[in-house]
């Protein structure tokens, strides 16, 4: 006998986006569902960000042993336990994880379902022996690793995000197809961790971030020992466990990688299969919902979140969705979703970040510009720290309001933030270059930016000029 639940918001998925929705609801007192066949916390905390981050930590770590000398330290070879490695990873899932459990969510007054959600029709979901009901639905399925056709590659054991943290023994011999965030990241914690990696990627390695900046990244991994091959194409894959060979055409030769293990980094795919969303009238394609600016699908009475909604795919780019979709849903607000100052960061050492226009994605839209640099050489706190490798680039229109800004550098990912600020709040470069930022820290290199934009105007001839004539009248 079905158990029949009536809801004000139903949502399918406790991932990032679903677990947003369904606290920020069941807090605002509405009667909230939240249904969630597999882990709480999806992605990011089960087999994304958290353990990526983790196994990242551990790995500069490590590095950092063998990283003295400029201080006067005798360099030390880490002595990696690799099990132990993924023991870390994993405690430190476990220390989030109360955050998104099942105990939180009742507690918040959510009604929690452990099974797999799918459309009955335009107003009913069903999940297990439960009915659900709701003035409104959202799909907050998440997404999964894409793997490509390649030959071969469905006959090899093959790591993707979801088994390589189960991983105990460090690979002799990793091969990463695909130079993303995933690639990239995961490319340099193996690295230095013990293990021998080799990148494939079919075009340029960050193909979304500023190739002037992002070639600091792949240098610096290149120097730290991985192997990275852009341009390739691979063509086929064969071997066993702990033996793989991947056959590549690499400027115009084909040639064979041996390995002893193969992840695979190439992008990811929108989970809309099984969910029945025809029997609800939702529209997708394989980027995944069509959704409207207010984040609805075809259905208006069921919005889409996160990885499921085929844009920009991050944790914190889910959680702006969650606050759309509850004051659309519950307060009738007809909020729409901007992605013009949506931060990103990948968390390779130097760091990569970046928010609004590159340079590149800026003249392509025939904006008139100006491009401003400040390199970390030119930071004391940089120079004290021995970590001088990197740059903050930005870009203005022509009345000195900030379009973007890209900074490769330690602790890039906590220096965007006043950027992410001056790009959603329109401010012109002279709101950063006022603020006076302590001494010593890399924050000052946001200030120096912006500054370096006034120099030629503040030290020109004419200042000069009326300096001395204003020094006439006493
Ligand atoms: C290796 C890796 C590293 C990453 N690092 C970062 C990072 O550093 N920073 C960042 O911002 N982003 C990062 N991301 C991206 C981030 O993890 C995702 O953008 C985020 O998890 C998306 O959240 P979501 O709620 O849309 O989906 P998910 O977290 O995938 O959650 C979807 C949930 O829905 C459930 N589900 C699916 N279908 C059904 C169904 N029919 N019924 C019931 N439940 C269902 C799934 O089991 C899952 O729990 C990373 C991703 C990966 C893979
Ligand atoms: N730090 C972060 O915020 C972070 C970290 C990891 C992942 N993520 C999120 O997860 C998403 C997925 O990451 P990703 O790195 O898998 O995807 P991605 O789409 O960003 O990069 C995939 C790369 O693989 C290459 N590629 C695709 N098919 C290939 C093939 N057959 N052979 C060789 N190369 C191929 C592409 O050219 C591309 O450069 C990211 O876009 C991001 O949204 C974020």
Known sequence: MAKRIKADICVIGAGSGGLSVAAGAAQMGARTVLIERDAMGGDCLNTGCVPSKALLAAAKQAYGMGAGEPFGIAPAKAQV??????????????????????????????????????????????????????????????SRAAVPPIPGLDKVPFYTNENLFENRDCPSHLIIVGGGPIGMEMAQAHCRLGARVTVLEGQRAFTRDDPELSAIVIDRLRRDGVEILEGVKVLSVSGEAGK?????????????????????????????????????????????????????????????????AGGLQFTHVAGYHAGIVIRNALFRVPARADHSAVPWVTFTDPELAHVGETEASARDRNMKINVLRWHLGENDRAQAERQTEGVIKVITDTHARVLGATIVGPHAGELILPWVLAKSQALKLSAMASVIAPYPTLSEISKRVAGSYYTPTLFSPKTRMLVRFLGLFG
């Open 81 to 142: 336990d690799f099990g132990k490695v993924q023991d870390h990873v994993h405690s430190v899932i476990a220390a989030i994880a109360p955050n998104d459990s099942v105990a939180r969510f009742e507690a918040l007054g959510v009604t929690v379902i452990k099974d797999h959600g799918r459309f009955r029709d335009a107003s009913t979901v069903i999940a297990g022996n439960a009915e659900i009901t709701a003035r409104r639905f959202v799909v907050a399925t998440g």
């Open 244 to 308: 793989i060979s991947v056959t590549i055409e690499d400027k115009d030769e084909t040639r064979t990688i041996e390995g002893s293990h193969i992840l695979i980094a190439t992008g990811r795919r929108a989970n809309v299969e099984g969910l029945d969303l025809e029997k609800a009238g939702i529209e997708y394609d394989a980027r995944g919902l069509k959704l409207d600016d207010r984040l609805r699908t075809t259905n208006k009475r069921v919005f889409g979140v996160g990885d499921v």
